[in-house]
Nanobody
Framework: QVHLVESGGGLVQAGGSLRLSCAVSGRTFTSNAMGWFRQAPGKEREFVAAISWRGGSTYYADSVKGRFTISRDNAKNTVYLQMNTLKPEDTAVYYC???????????????WGQGTQVTVSS
C-alpha cells in the first residue's frame, strides 16, 4: 500500500518562507504526477502546483507563480514545495496528491496525504 506523508508546515510571518515535503512510501508506486493543493477554512480545495516524476515538468497556479517552487527527488521519493514571500492568504491546510497527469484538477489525483497546516501571520 502506498502512502503520502506531508511535513514542514507551521506558523510564519508574512514575507517568510517554508518548505513542505511529501514523502512517498510503499512497495509499488506508478503515478507520474505529484500535486500540491490547499484548502483554507470555509473555502474549496484549490490547486497550487504539480510536477512530473519523469521529466520534471511543472505547472503552477497563477496565485503562487514566482513565489512557490515545486521540485522532486526521485532517489528519495519525495516532492517539495518551497514557499517564499508568504502572504496571509496562503494560510491553509496543504495536501500532496499523486495521479497520472500533471494537471490542476483534483479529481485526477487518486492518492492523497493527510495534510499539513500552514499559517501566515500578518
Amino acid at each position: 500500500q502506498v502512502h503520502l506523508v506531508e511535513s514542514g508546515g507551521g506558523l510564519v510571518q508574512a514575507g517568510g518562507s517554508l518548505r513542505l515535503s511529501c514523502a512517498v512510501s510503499g512497495r509499488t508506486f506508478t503515478s507520474n504526477a505529484m500535486g500540491w493543493f490547499r484548502q483554507a477554512p470555509g473555502k474549496e480545495r484549490e490547486f497550487v502546483a504539480a510536477i512530473s516524476w519523469r521529466g520534471g515538468s511543472t505547472y503552477y497556479a497563477d496565485s503562487v507563480k514566482g513565489r512557490f517552487t515545486i521540485s522532486r527527488d526521485n532517489a528519495k521519493n519525495t516532492v517539495y514545495l518551497q514557499m517564499n514571500t508568504l502572504k496571509p492568504e496562503d494560510t491553509a491546510v496543504y495536501y500532496c496528491a499523486a495521479g497520472p497527469l500533471v494537471v490542476s484538477t483534483d479529481r485526477s489525483y487518486g492518492l492523497w496525504g493527510q495534510g499539513t497546516q500552514v499559517t501566515v501571520s500578518s
